[in-house]
């Protein structure tokens, strides 16, 4: 799965081959097809199993908090943190994104990473609104759009442009930006 997660990453859907995939994760092009009639079958379980490991544990962890900021933060650190281990995991992310646009079929899986990422922050938002932590007319749609363009920002840059440090130092700064800790009062 790594090998393919990576491949898929770095080739794009359309190039990626079972033939790269398989020298990647050192077996046999036949290997790959005993497991994966298709190209299409063995993307949709690198992108379903990327989400478990990813999405949706940065999920389960972010609900434990009781704010939006309190959720964003433990959701971005706990995608951060998964991603600093295999760099792999923010460049498949990304690279998904680009290729559910190119390939909309590619997208149709109940696992797509954009829209259960987005559902979630849209419903921590709501909470936050019902709760009377943000305003009630805050625009939703362009709240949860902000948000995920923060985050896939962060995931290109941990992907694709520079070290773990300097991806968890850029993603301090936006966290303590979010939680008003870098603001003057005065």
Do not use: C
């Amino acid at each position: 799965m790594r090998a393919a997660r990576e491949v898929f990453s770095e080739l794009g859907y359309d190039a990626a081959t079972f033939q790269a995939i398989a020298i990647r994760a050192d077996l046999t092009r036949p290997a790959i097809n005993h497991y994966f009639a298709s190209k299409r079958l063995l993307y949709q379980e690198v992108v379903d199993q990327t989400n478990a490991l990813v999405i949706e544990a940065a999920v389960q962890q972010s609900q434990r908090e009781g704010t939006l900021a309190g959720r964003i933060r433990a959701f971005i650190q706990a995608v951060v943190q998964a991603e600093g281990q295999d760099r792999s995991v923010a460049a498949f992310l990304v690279t998904a994104v680009l290729e559910s646009e190119r390939h909309p079929e590619l997208a149709e899986s109940n696992h797509d990473s954009r829209e259960f990422t987005r559902g979630y922050i849209k419903a921590a938002i709501k909470d936050a609104i019902e709760s009377g932590e943000v305003r009630a007319d805050m625009d939703i749609e362009a709240a949860a759009e902000m948000f995920m363009a923060v985050m896939w920002g962060l995931g290109f840059y941990a992907g694709f442009v520079d070290d773990k440090e300097r991806l968890f130092a850029i993603t301090e700064q936006f966290l303590e930006l979010l939680s008003g800790k870098a603001w003057h009062t005065g």
